[in-house]
């Protein structure tokens, strides 16, 4: 129940192209749906997130589409550029006392020039 | 620039010789956070805390100590290091509610036990 579920492991997709990731989780409990985006050599940074009282979120080229009733919520990148190559995790919490973020296995998305 | 320290970068070991990895935050975090990363598995937990002298087992803390005797630091420790600790380890901190700020993260230590 406390896992986050993240599907493709990779991704390849064309310059101007749209990735799209996808995660499934089972605890209903989970109220904070965060994406991260982690470079080579890097720690992961917070990208986007969202809570389960809306559907989408969108900042900028990133949207964020939760469906509360599938459980399942995903990223859509717009226009990928060649700069967005780099690994996704999605993650979930319920905050609560422990603050833990759960995560999924992550995405290594490469966009091709 | 507020952030997340964490030393060494990179560090070789050997079976069984201690070691602590260090981990410092800027911002006033109250919760700081260890993480390992391995491939196909993403981001375990390891350790948190929630203050200054309160810690608690993650997903995955067995071989692993941490303390927290001040604010900002929050070391782990491998007393005696074993090859399946082999890993990237991330630490993060994050301000008294997560739901609105998310997890500041180091950028990372890769540890090589041989």
């Known amino acids: 129940q406390q896992q986050v579920k993240q599907s493709p492991q990779s991704l390849i997709v064309q310059k101007g192209g749209i990735s799209i990731i996808n995660c499934a989780y089972e605890?209903?409990?989970?109220?904070?749906f965060p994406w991260y985006q982690q470079f080579p050599g890097k720690g992961p940074a917070l990208l986007i997130a969202i809570r389960p009282d809306v559907s989408e979120k969108k900042e900028g080229r990133f949207t964020i589409s939760f469906n509360k009733s599938a459980k399942q919520f995903s990223l859509h990148i717009m226009d990928s550029q060649p700069g967005d190559s780099a690994t996704y995790f999605c993650a979930a919490t319920y905050g609560g006392a422990t603050n833990k973020l759960i995560f999924g296995t992550g995405t290594l998305l490469a966009v091709q020039p | 620039e507020a952030q997340v320290t964490q030393n060494p970068r990179y560090l070789i070991t050997v079976t069984g010789k201690k070691l602590t990895v260090t981990c410092s935050q800027n911002?006033?975090?109250?919760?700081m956070s260890w993480y390992r990363q391995d491939p196909g598995l993403g981001l375990r937990q390891i350790y948190y805390s929630m203050n200054v002298e309160v810690t608690d087992k993650g997903d995955v803390p067995e071989g692993y100590k941490v303390s927290r005797k001040e604010k900002r630091n929050f070391p782990l420790i491998l007393e005696s290091p074993s090859p399946n600790q082999t890993s990237l380890y991330f630490c993060a901190s994050s301000p008294y509610r997560i739901n609105n700020y998310g997890y500041t993260f180091g950028s990372g230590t890769r540890l090589t036990v041989v």
């Open positions: 911002m006033n975090h109250e919760y």
């Open positions: 605890n209903t409990a989970f109220d904070y």
